[in-house]
């Protein structure tokens, strides 16, 4: 297999100067391009730089291609030139789904012209799953095989830094991220402990490509000299300042050396972030813990630019990443690079490369006494740090050299794209011939419903009980569907054979109708959030008498029985259903308190009837019941004792221990701060 041509997903591209997933792709495109490769890389049309969406440089015996669609700024807010429609699913349910959805209809363009051998994305934001989810439909892509690159997913990042996890707009990122995740053909991480995490996490098993792929030594990094003569001795520390850096320990253990080394100084470079389950800043935490009469010693740089960082590398006394669990941060290589020291916890993915003693010192994570003794032993003896920094410096050229990484690279995509070859293809699976069906009386929906049908080749049945049919269709009253909807719906149904029903998205007629769209439902996603499909297209006696209709609570009753029976709902997303008016249907989504009572009913009533379910996602569903009857007192942050006494004796009924488990899983879900 020769050259390639190679797609690659980052909103993280310049001029966006972001954190490593942008080091990374900056960094490994030209690189594959310059190896003879045709390298696409899809990224964001960022509001007011000037870019061109498309670009391409000959680089070596190849080309860098750069595209750009337009979809958010550098908050992640809408971007201006998105349509009304677009804003609403970016404000209403999330701008990650904006995102990719319009990266996928780039992609989708880009691969018809170009011909993708292979597709690369992080899953940080979950840029390729509008891309995944269509493949994994049978909506396109089928030919393109996937691999996805893990940097640092946000279940990962939120626990460590014990941020709160029981809002709605994280769960639905989080889903997106494992989604984008699990439909993947590959999954290769820099680290194998990232690996292995994920992997665990997700039960991601044999049937998919799973590689250590080291990432390669950023491309703008400035080679830094080991200052000979040093006034002050500096310990490093770079990167967010936030509670999963292990700064806490770090800070104690080197506050603990004050009093022995007088000449020793802790910088701290990044950005300041939230000190998770304590109030306030981290930076405003660490002073607090931190010795007054030495409060010049700890120093805040803030972020610093590659060049700045070079120096601070060069002249510090050793650089230090104390996380319990960190992914493989860019910053260690570069600070190996300019031949500094590094003192790394065994739970940090870099501890993988590095050999105690010889080329940086590791430290067993969490253990605060040994990382002060690695320090107190290169402050009693600072040549130490040189000498190990100059092995360092052969072991980075060695681990992270160009040529090294991109043929770990290249020799990864080709063992995906032969997996995919030799993967099983998607087989048609019978589906309905006939679909029942109740007009709605209304001539819009009743109209467009019948010539779909007709489109479809499929013959509508009235559901009267007087005859059995193969499905069972259900539209909102009011709703218009497209005329490809029954086809592309029946198509659907019967690709997946586990598909208990299948549904679409329902574009609003104005900017005050209701708006449904989301990803495919999966437990515990779709027993959380108060929506119902406007449209659904359900395999005969899915549906139980009257339960697609009604409240939501019904239709999460809808969602258990077809989760028990073993099948599960899929969402195609596409804009198959259009509403005529502004009335939203019995169970569309609401924030008033009559729906939230409703929720915490659904909810305690799921616990009582379906223990598998709850047992599984009992921390989930206590933190979403939570977030669904929070009060107008942002300082109440406990449900009520009636409510919490509910679930206790829910709990204490379906099994001895589980009650102890939701108890443990709610401590964890829900931290005692809010935000």
């Known amino acids: 297999m020769g050259c390639l041509s190679i797609g690659l997903l980052s909103h993280e591209y310049p001029p966006f100067d972001g954190g490593g997933i942008g080091t990374y792709a900056r960094t490994i495109a030209p690189l594959l391009a310059g190896h003879g490769h045709e390298v696409h890389v899809l990224t964001n049309l960022w509001p007011g730089e000037g870019l061109a969406e498309h ?69 940080c934001a979950a840029e390729g799953w509008a891309i995944a989810e269509r493949r994994r439909l049978g909506a396109g892509f089928e030919d393109l095989p996937l691999t996805v690159t893990l940097h640092s997913p946000i279940e990962d990042i939120y626990r460590h830094n014990r941020y709160p996890r029981q809002n709605a707009g994280f769960q639905r990122r989080r889903a997106l991220e494992d989604a984008s995740i699990e439909a993947a053909d590959a999954v290769n991480a820099p680290s194998a402990s990232l690996l292995r995490t994920v992997g665990d996490r997700l039960g991601l098993g044999l049937e998919r490509v799973m590689d250590v792929v080291r990432l390669p030594m950023p491309a703008s990094s400035a ?91 060069a002249n510090a006394l050793g650089c230090v990443f104390a996380s ?16 500094c020291c590094c003192i790394v916890s065994d739970g940090v993915g870099s501890s993988e490369i590095l050999t105690d003693g010889t080329d940086g010192l590791v430290f067993t994570a969490g253990d605060y006494s040994e990382l002060r003794e690695k320090l107190a032993w290169l402050l009693d003896d600072p040549s130490r740090a040189d000498a190990i920094g100059r092995r360092a410096r052969e072991r980075v050229a060695e681990i992270a050299g160009a040529d090294s990484t991109v043929d770990a690279r290249l020799t990864h995509y080709r063992s995906v794209i032969d997996h995919a070859a030799a993967g099983p293809r998607t087989s048609a699976a019978t589906g309905p011939a006939r679909v029942g069906w109740r007009p709605t009386g209304i001539g819009t ?55 208990g029903w299948v549904s679409c998205w329902t574009e609003p007629h104005s900017r005050a109708a209701p708006i449904d769209v989301g990803p495919s439902f999966r437990l515990p ?19 139980p008498n009257g339960g697609h209709a009604g409240s939501w609570p019904g239709w999460i009753g809808v969602c258990l029985g077809v989760w028990d029976s073993g099948k599960k709902g899929e969402v195609l997303p596409r804009w198959l259903s259009r509403t005529t008016d502004d009335s939203v ?16 009913l659904a909810l305690e009533d799921t616990a009582r009837r379906h223990p598998v379910v709850f047992e599984r996602f009992g921390g ?11 009060p107008s007192d942002p300082s109440e942050t406990a449900l009520s004792g009636g409510r919490w006494a509910t679930l206790k004796a829910a709990g204490w009924a379906l099994s001895p221990g589980l009650f102890r488990v939701l108890k443990r899983a709610r401590d964890a879900a829900w931290p005692t701060r809010t935000r």
Not at 77 to 100: F, I, N, Q
């Open 55 to 123: 670009t391409s440089e000959p680089i070596g015996g190849g080309t860098l291609h750069v595209h750009r669609i337009a979809a958010i700024d550098r908050s992640w807010g809408p971007h201006p030139d998105l349509g009304w429609v677009e804003e609403r699913v970016h404000r209403d349910w999330s701008p990650y789904l904006v995102y990719a959805e319009r990266l996928a209809d780039l992609a989708e363009r880009v691969h018809t012209r170009h011909g993708l051998d292979i597709l690369e994305y992080p899953e």
């Open 585 to 600: 249907p019995t169970g569309g989504r609401s924030d008033t308190a009559r729906t939230r009572g409703r929720t915490a």
């Open 525 to 543: 996603l779709d027993l959380m959030l108060p929506r119902q499909p406007r449209v659904v297209l359900a395999r005969a006696g899915v549906l």
């Open 445 to 499: 929906t009743d109209d467009t419903v019948r010539h779909a049908a007709d489109r479809a080749g499929v013959s509508l049945v009235g559901t009267d009980g007087s005859e059995a049919v193969d499905g069972d269709l259900i539209v909102a009253p009011g709703d218009a569907i497209a005329e490809n909807a029954l086809e592309e719906l029946v198509a659907l149904l019967r690709r997946h054979p586990d598909a």
């Open 223 to 313: 080679t830094g000299t080991p200052a000979d003569n040093r006034s002050t001795l500096c310990l490093l520390a770079v990167g967010r300042v936030e509670p999963r850096k292990g700064l806490v320990r770090f800070v104690d253990a080197a506050a603990g050396l004050l009093e022995r080394f007088p000449n020793f100084t802790v910088e701290l470079v990044g950005a300041d972030c939230d000190a998770g389950d304590r109030p306030g800043t981290m930076s405003e935490m660490l002073r607090s813990r931190w010795p007054s009469e030495h409060g010049h010693r700890l120093v805040f740089h803030g972020p610093r630019p590659h060049a700045e960082l070079s120096r601070l590398y």
């Open 324 to 339: 319990d669990w960190d992914n493989y941060p860019v910053s260690c290589l570069e600070a190996m690079e300019a031949g």
């Open 620 to 630: 989930e569903l206590w933190a979403f019941q939570h977030a669904a009857l929070i």
